[in-house]
């Protein structure tokens, strides 16, 4: 379905962005190489769907230069800046059936309330990739970009995807759906498998995840992307249908690291996700036929086998009640079972996941917590902590403020750091509390520790996010405080 919006649909700009193919093979490039700039300039959506769909992984890259205009959805969110992302943490922070998820190389942390106050800021500080499942719940620029590309497609929902540099979130696995990986920060580097262990998988057979092992003879089977690892950056979208296994990380990013000092940025990536597999012949005509059945009494009742004759009579007895049975629900599925029946039961799964959705969507705002009667003048603790941004300035606590923030019983007022940060972080909240009269944005924050007295590795690990949930977490403990709020 074509966009009447005025803004553009993010999926034509996606799709009319240059496109890299994942398996086709050489010959067949060729000939595409030739024909690509008529055959995409006619319908670029329509090649998708003729081309790529379900068929290989694709990558569109610069997709914020096809953009209409400003206002494209895909535009707005691919310039999404930090101060973003720290807003959509602290709200599903304070979403109980949607709370980030902490993997640190690979695993999940079992108890990250323990750990890490389920604070997703101080887990980044630790070196964990933070997960956010439904990230459309909670901000408005990701809501409004699933909206536009349900233009498109029946129906989609967002992941997002924070990864300091030098980790991976998960390891390698296959998912029960398509996906549609825009880079929004930093850059990530991926690894998609040629060969499909399981065509076309449901929930139960994604290998790589609830101890379904990956087969050696995928990862020897080479990759797509003409054998070559692949790396996306702002703008670019990895388009990868389901069951092609894939693992992500930002090691190649530090790998290259220059001699000089510029700091490395983390990878914040959303998934959009395209449940195919709920779209198929066999889940919508398996949900038909069983709601047919169920409608009829008789094929409500416990069938006549068990362990003992006296259960359900002898076995030709039972196979002659299983035959008619058999017959009558034939019958009934023959008779009721239409192909427009079908399309109906389509439209209304995914136009009834479309409604429940757009209602949260629309309401992310008025979802966040009440602040529970703060000080006008309130500049540590939680609340302070929510509203610091990257042009927030905070100096020095004085020792009542730091008396005034209450820590849940058992809760440290310290913090754990990677390693590569620790000097750097450090040095900093001792040059604050030295120079208590000092005010600073949080954004310069880095600019008052002396660059000869720090390794140059733990300098680049201090970018503009280690800087943001560093301070929101010192000013949550009561170590910093906020001088005033960022100019709007």
Same mark, same amino acid.
Request: proline letters at 5%.
């Given at each position: 379905m074509a966009s009447k919006n005025s803004a553009g649909?993010?999926?034509?700009?996606?799709?009319?962005?240059?496109?890299?193919?994942?398996?086709?093979?050489?010959a067949k490039k060729k000939d595409d190489d030739a024909s690509q700039k008529e055959?995409? #300039?006619?319908? !670029?959506?329509?090649? =998708? *769907? %003729? @081309?790529?769909?379900?068929?290989?992984?694709?990558?569109?890259?610069?997709?914020?230069?096809?953009?209409?205009?400003?206002?494209?959805?895909?535009?707005?969110a691919i310039h999404m800046e930090w101060d973003d992302v720290a807003q959509m943490l602290?709200?599903?922070?304070? #979403?109980?059936? !949607?709370?980030?998820? =902490? *993997? %640190? @190389?690979?695993?999940?942390?079992?108890?990250?309330?323990?750990?890490?106050?389920?604070?997703?800021?101080?887990?980044?500080?630790?070196?964990?990739?933070?997960?956010?499942n439904h990230a459309d719940f909670h901000h408005s620029i990701i809501a409004n970009l699933c909206n536009s590309l349900q233009e498109t497609f029946p129906h989609v929902y967002a992941n997002t995807?924070?990864?300091?540099?030098d980790s991976h979130a998960v390891n390698a696995h296959a998912d029960d759906r398509d996906v549609l990986v825009v880079q929004l920060l930093g850059s990530k580097t991926w690894k998609v498998y040629r060969k499909v262990p399981i065509q076309y998988p449901f929930e139960n057979e994604q290998v790589g995840k609830n101890g379904l092992g990956v087969d050696p003879s995928v990862f020897a089977g080479g990759l797509c992307f003409d054998d070559e690892e692949i790396t996306l950056s702002a703008g670019d979208v990895l388009y990868m249908p389901r069951g092609f296994v894939h693992e992500a990380s930002t090691h190649t990013q530090t790998a290259i690291m220059t001699t000089t000092n510029e700091a490395i940025e983390p990878?914040?990536?959303?998934?959009?996700?395209?449940?195919?597999?709920?779209?198929?012949?066999?889940?919508?005509?398996?949900?038909?036929?069983?709601?047919?059945?169920?409608?009829?009494?008789?094929?409500?009742?416990?069938?006549?086998?068990?362990?003992?004759?006296?259960?359900?009579?002898?076995q030709c007895e039972v196979d002659n009640f299983l035959k008619q049975q058999l017959e009558s629900a034939m019958s009934l599925i023959q008779t009721n079972v239409t192909s427009g029946l079908l399309h109906e039961q389509?439209?209304?799964?995914?136009?009834?996941?479309?409604?429940?959705?757009?209602?949260?969507?629309?309401?992310?705002?008025?979802?966040?917590?009440?602040?529970?009667?703060?000080?006008?003048?309130?500049?540590?603790?939680?609340?302070?902590?929510?509203?610091?941004?990257?042009?927030?300035?905070?100096?020095?606590?004085?020792?009542?403020?730091?008396?005034?923030?209450?820590?849940?019983?058992?809760?440290?007022?310290?913090?754990?750091?990677?390693?590569?940060?620790?000097?750097?972080?450090?040095?900093?909240?001792?040059?604050?509390?030295?120079?208590?009269?000092?005010?600073?944005?949080?954004?310069?924050?880095?600019?008052?520790?002396?660059?000869?007295?720090?390794?140059?590795?733990?300098?680049?690990?201090?970018?503009?996010?280690?800087?943001l949930s560093f301070t929101r977490c010192c000013v949550e403990l009561g170590a910093l405080a906020v001088v005033k709020e960022a100019e709007a």
């Open positions: 649909s993010a999926f034509q700009a996606i799709a009319s962005s240059l496109c890299e193919v994942g398996i086709t093979n050489e055959s995409r #300039s006619n319908n !670029h959506v329509q090649d =998708f *769907f %003729q @081309n790529v769909w379900q068929t290989q992984p694709a990558i569109f890259r610069s997709c914020q230069d096809a953009c209409v205009n400003k206002d494209c959805p895909l535009f707005k602290h709200h599903c922070r304070e #979403s109980p059936s !949607h709370a980030p998820l =902490f *993997f %640190q @190389n690979g695993n999940p942390i079992t108890d990250p309330e323990t750990t890490y106050a389920n604070n997703p800021h101080a887990a980044y500080l630790d070196g964990c990739s933070i997960i956010v995807y924070l990864s300091p540099p990878s914040f990536h959303i998934t959009l996700a395209l449940a195919t597999h709920d779209w198929c012949i066999a889940s919508i005509l398996s949900d038909t036929i069983r709601n047919t059945l169920i409608g009829n009494p008789e094929f409500r009742k416990a069938l006549p086998i068990g362990p003992c004759s006296e259960y359900g009579g002898s389509m439209t209304n799964k995914y136009s009834m996941h479309n409604s429940r959705a757009g209602e949260l969507r629309r309401n992310i705002t008025s979802r966040k917590r009440p602040i529970e009667d703060p000080a006008e003048d309130d500049c540590v603790g939680y609340y302070a902590a929510c509203r610091l941004t990257l042009n927030s300035v905070v100096r020095a606590s004085s020792v009542e403020e730091r008396n005034r923030v209450v820590l849940e019983e058992g809760r440290l007022r310290g913090l754990t750091v990677r390693e590569e940060t620790m000097q750097s972080l450090m040095t900093i909240v001792a040059l604050m509390k030295e120079k208590s009269s000092l005010e600073i944005r949080v954004k310069d924050l880095s600019s008052i520790a002396p660059t000869e007295s720090i390794s140059m590795c733990s300098n680049q690990f201090i970018c503009d996010f280690t800087l």
